[in-house]
């Protein structure tokens, strides 16, 4: 009965209203109460102490305290940078040796390795853009050999076919036999496209050959480390080869 009554009593209490800036002072803003105070204080001395603690670390600091941390951070514009370490394995690497063993990725680079050796044989890599260009290197006794030289006349060719690399037949071969296979300049051209396109692609399956050998070999190192024999790190991983442990030797009966 008492707490009915004491509901009944605060429904017709005045309504409470909080103190408001006075006029003359309007132009400080809004009338800071207690809560708003305390939040400031809280604030202010949690920065305080954040700041003390500070002081105190930097008295206590040693001169010669070390962390390994030390050797990938650098200061620069007094902001403690970490140095961008070398990327150990692409990301289709991660996936390779997540996804798949050792023998399969062996499987496929045999087959990478069979393929390439074909396409070897097909296109004979006599024009091959990533090949060593060849010298052919001329021997003459006087100055003026060397001035009046021509190479199409040395050749005994014509002079169209100079720069080629294979296939330079000599004047009298041309005037004695005909002209065998594509003689017009389009289908030249359709015939070059067609082996500059081959050639690209043997240059994709060499490196497809590359990166499943490496793939292969950094699962092969993960599983020697697997054992308990105590071991070094000589060389870290990179994308190109995997790292290299030296293992204690010992004596197996």
């Not at 692609?201 to 497809?208: A, E, G, M, S």
Request: aromatic content about 8%; hydrophobic content about 30%; proline content about 3%.
């Amino acid at each position: 009965m008492a707490a009915a009554f004491r509901k009944a009593a605060k429904s017709r209490q005045r309504e409470h209203r909080e103190r408001s800036q006075p006029g003359f002072r309007k132009h400080l803003g809004l009338l800071e109460k207690k809560k708003d105070y305390k939040l400031r204080a809280d604030d202010y001395r949690k920065k305080q102490e954040y700041l003390r603690a500070l002081r105190k670390k930097a008295l206590e600091k040693n001169p010669d305290e070390f962390y390994y941390k030390m050797t990938r951070v650098k200061l620069q514009d007094g902001v403690h940078v970490i140095k961008e370490t070398k990327e150990e394995a692409t990301p289709e690497q991660l996936k390779l040796m997540r996804t798949q063993d050792v023998k399969y990725i062996e499987m496929k680079r045999v087959a990478e390795a069979k393929k390439i050796e074909r396409l070897k044989s097909e296109l004979h890599l006599l024009d091959f853009q990533g090949k060593q260009q060849n010298k052919h290197v001329f021997f003459f006794d006087t100055k003026k050999e060397v001035e009046q030289f021509d190479v199409a006349t040395h050749l005994r060719t014509a002079p169209e076919l100079v720069e080629r690399v294979f296939n330079r037949p000599t004047i009298e071969t041309l005037r004695k036999e005909k002209v065998k296979g594509v003689t017009h300049q389009a289908q030249f051209k359709r015939m070059a496209k067609e082996r500059q396109k081959q050639y690209k692609h043997l240059t994709q399956r060499i490196q497809r050959e590359k990166e499943l050998f490496v793939v292969a070999q950094k699962i092969q190192t993960r599983k020697d480390l697997l054992d308990k024999t105590p071991k070094v790190k000589v060389k870290n991983a990179t994308v190109n080869s995997p790292a290299i442990y030296k293992f204690q030797s010992r004596r197996k009966r």
